[in-house]
C-alpha cells in the first residue's frame, strides 16, 4: 500500500486488491474524514486483527471444519446444470483483440459498459415491496437477474455467481481487508406454475444458506467439487458501500460524486466473469451497471437484458400471479420481434418438389454417401438409380398415378428407396411398422384400398405374420436393383398430396 499526496491537494491511495476490497476503501474514507475533521471521540478499537482472522481461517480448514460447508454446496449442485447460454456473437463476428494485463499475461477481453438508470418512482416500489413482503433486497434483486437469463438463456437451472462482502461477524465488520467472495449459486425456475411471491420466499431461503456456508471461495469448491466455470456473476452494492460519507452527520473532504464513480468491484480493463452485473443503490434511486465482453456479446443483448430486468420490476403489482405471466419483454419490444425481425421477405420456388431436388443433389454428388447404415454404404447416384429401378416395377404393375402404396418396412435402406420411388411415380406412400398387430396392418391396408404393399423385413416370424389374401407383397430385398436405373421423367406436382 502507498499514499501520497499531489500538491498537497489530492491524496493518493495506491492499494492491492489482495489487501482490502470495496468496504475497506469506505472504512478508510470514514475514519480519514473523522480524524479530518478532529472529533473528539475515538474511534472503536478492533478487537482482533487480520491476522487473527486470516490464522482462524486457516485453523478451520485444518481441522476440517468446513465440511458441512462442502456438504451443502456438494448438495445445492447435485442436480443438472450447465453453464448459462448467454446468446453470444455468431462466431464470424468475433473480433478477438489481445491487451496486457497487469500480471504480464495476454486477455483476449474487450471490456465494455452498460448503465441504466432506474426512476426514483420505480426505486420506491422495490423499496416498498421488500418492506412490505420482508424480504431481504440482495434476494429481491438477485432473483429477478437469474429469472431473466432463465429466459434469455432457456435454462430452468441458472448457474450464477454472487460477490459476497463477507462481513458476516461483527469482529470483522470495520477491520480493513480482503474478505469479498465469489459464491456459486443455482436457482432453479422450473415451474411456471408458482407466483414470483413463492420463487422469492425459496430463494430467500437459498440464499440464508449461502450466506450462512460463504467461508470458501469458488476455485476452492470448485476444486473440492469439481464445479463448472461460471460466465457471469451478480454484485449488489448497497448505499452503505456506494458512498458511506453519506450516513454521517458533518461534511466530507471528498467530493461525494467522484468518490462514487472511482468504488468500483472492477477497476481495471480485465473481469473474471464474461458479463458482471452489478445493481447499485443510491440514495434515492437504483441503478444497474453490466461489465461485459463485447468480443462475446452484442451491445444489444446486454441492453435487452437490462431492459427486462426493468420491465419485470415495473409488473411488481403482478407477483402474486404465476411466474409465466408476468411480462419480461416491453411493449416496444415485443412490437420489434412482432413486426420488424419478421418482416423478411423470402421468394420461395413454391413449385419445387422434394424427388426432384433430391435427383439435383444426387448429380452434384453423385459419389458421396447419402446412406449409411450398420456396414452398408450408398451413395447418392447409387440411392437415385436404384428407386428409378423401382418406379419402372411399379409402372410393369399397373400402379395408378395418385394411388396410396402401403410400406411395410423396418428401418432400413430399402425404406428410403421405397419412399423415394413412390414420390417419382406420383404415388403417395403409407408406412406401417411391421411391429404392428396384424389386425391393425390390415386395416390400415383397407383403408388405403391398395392390392399392392411393398415390404422389408429381416424377422423370419414377423414374415410369416405379415402375409395376406388378394394383396400382392412385393419384398424389396428380392428386387434387381442393377435393371432400368434411367432417370424418370417427373410427372409430379407440389399440389399433389
Known sequence: MRVGFIVNEVLMFDMHHIISDCMSMSIIANELNHYYYGKEEELEKL???????????????????????ISFYKEMFDSDYEELDIPKKSMKEYEISDSITENGKISTQSIAYFVLLISEEISSS????????KISKIVFLITLYSYILSKYCGQENVYISLINANRNNHYIENMIGMFVTTQPILLKFDNSEVSFEEILKENMNVLMNVYKNNDLSFSELKQKLNLKSINNTF?????????????????????????QESLSLYE??????????TLIEGENNYSINIIYDNNIYEESIIKGIAN??????????????????????????RKKILNQFNNNVCKNDCDKVYHVEFSKVAKKNS??????????????????????????????????????????????PYYIIAALAILKYGAAFLPIDPEFPKK??????????????????????????????????????HHNYNRNTQEIENINNSEDL
Open 47 to 69: 478487537e482482533v486483527q487480520y491476522s487473527d482472522y486470516a490464522y482462524f481461517v486457516k485453523e478451520k480448514d485444518q481441522n476440517k471444519n468446513f465440511e458441512d460447508q
Open 126 to 133: 422495490i423499496n416498498s415491496y421488500i418492506k412490505n413482503k
Open 235 to 259: 454484485i449488489f452494492q448497497p448505499k452503505a458501500i456506494v458512498n458511506p460519507l453519506l450516513m454521517k452527520d458533518y461534511p466530507s473532504i471528498f467530493n461525494e460524486e467522484e468518490y
Open 268 to 277: 481495471n480493463n480485465n473481469s473474471k466473469f464474461d458479463i458482471a452485473f
Open 308 to 333: 427486462s430486468y426493468l420491465e419485470i420490476i415495473q409488473n411488481i403489482k403482478r407477483y402474486d400471479q404465476k411466474i409465466k405471466d408476468i411480462e419480461y419483454i416491453s411493449k416496444e419490444e
Open 367 to 412: 459419389y458421396k454417401n447419402a446412406i449409411i447404415y450398420n456396414n452398408i454404404k450408398i451413395s447418392y447416384q447409387k440411392l437415385n438409380e436404384m428407386s428409378n429401378s423401382l418406379v419402372y416395377y411399379l409402372k410393369m404393375n399397373d400402379i395408378k398415378r395418385g394411388s396410396i402404396i402401403p410400406v411395410i418396412s423396418e428401418h432400413s
Open 440 to 477: 391393425r396392418i390390415e386395416y390400415m391396408i383397407n383403408e388405403s384400398k391398395s392390392n399392392f404393399v411393398l415390404q422389408y423385413v429381416s424377422i423370419a416370424e414377423l414374415s410369416e405374420k405379415l402375409k395376406f389374401n388378394d394383396i400382392i407383397n412385393y419384398k424389396l430385398q
